[in-house]
């Protein structure tokens, strides 16, 4: 029996569902497309080794990895940024900057499972690759915004904590941590919360922080107000400056009212270097709706030259669970728009005929394909939310007409094939 249920963690699409996930990834493309990217996109599995950081990440813990007949270790990519930045250096120079990328490939990850986390996920992905400037940071935000505008949310509802890697890496200079500790320490920090307080001291004190290092980490990363940052940090902080540039942009955008600033945005994964972000429901009852942030050293860690970069990735799962609790989600009809239905055997090619000609010229048709009672076509067509149902009829169509009823008013009329 086992073996006839779908894998734990991941989900089924029935069309209900499917309708609902498809009308979520157009308002993802529809939100990128509006601000000028394009889409890609890239093969699920990738080598194992595109992800074997060293920083202690949970999603490499969490890799679905397995030897594929030619004894080449083979991971099922559990998110997409190392795929974009092997598709970037593959054509280093050759590509014309900015890129401006977005795609929505499923991601597996292999976590403990509670509400908004799977095993699989679809993760939007959107990427800006050669702006140094907090304006292609911005740009994600107000891509984030327009979608979250789109579904109906409001800034009431969903807000986006900004930080900066920075803010944590002058602390830590501060406190003369050495610079090839950073990812490992960030990683650690972003944990504190879920990791018992003796352990996250243990792991701290393993790369060089003591209790009063730790005070001052925990002290700067509890503010939420960027003067009081810049009174936490030395004169002329870049992490100050950067996140001030960064909200006048916001603001010329008029999307000031969504960002927040935390300082306790940290994020869990190793490569990212300058603004970090994260969206929540203002309610905090969900994980977090996105997140991203700038990684422009990425590439040099595959060997390559550097390439400025910035992205965010956005999950299926908790939006849609957000959106529920927000009666939020669309009812969504089915597409078919005429039910075509012979009454008789014999008129069947005369069904088919009229069907082929309605679909020619783009109706979404849906011809009943076996014998049935005209009261289990109606119920039929109501169901699949059709707006006619034409019936082959006997004698109406030997007199060259086919029967129409306007599903919504009722209404019949006898309609000649070449005027449907
Ligand atoms: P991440 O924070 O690991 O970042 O994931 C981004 C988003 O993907 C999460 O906020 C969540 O919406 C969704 N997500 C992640 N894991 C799961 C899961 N197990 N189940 C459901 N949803 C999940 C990244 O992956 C970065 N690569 C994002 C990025 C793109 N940074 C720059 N560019």
Known sequence: ????????????????????????FSHFCAAAQLHGFEEYDAPVLE?????????GEEIVEQLYGFEDKGGRRIALRPEMTPSLARMVLAR????????????IPQCWRYERMQRGRGREHYQWNVDVWGCEGVEADVELLAVLCTFFGRVGLTPGEVG?????RKVLQEVLDSVGVAGEQFAAVCIVIDKLGKLPPEEATAQLAAHGLDEAAVATIQRVL????????????????????????????AGGYGIADWLEFDASIVRGLAYYTGPVFEAHDRSGTLRAICGGGRYDRLLSSFGGKDLPATGFGFGDMVILELLKDR??????????????FALKLELRPAAMEVASRLRAQGRSVDLVLEERRLKWVLKHADRAGAERLLLLAPEEWKRGFVKVRDLATGAESEVAPDAL
């Open 327 to 340: 009666d939020l989600l669309p009812v969504l009809a089915g597409s078919v728009q005429d039910v075509v």
């Open 222 to 249: 509890g503010l939420h107000d960027l003067d009081a940052l810049a009174d936490a940090l030395s004169d002329g902080s870049v992490a100050v400056a950067e996140l001030r540039a960064l909200w006048a942009l």
């Open 92 to 103: 280093a120079g050759a590509l014309p900057l900015p890129i401006k990328w977005f795609s």
């Open 1 to 24: 029996m086992s073996d006839l249920q779908g894998v734990r963690g991941t989900r089924d699409f029935y069309p209900d569902e499917m309708r609902l996930r498809n009308w979520l």
């Open 160 to 164: 986006i904590r900004v930080s900066s």
């Open 47 to 55: 080598y194992e080794a595109l992800y074997t950081r060293k920083a």
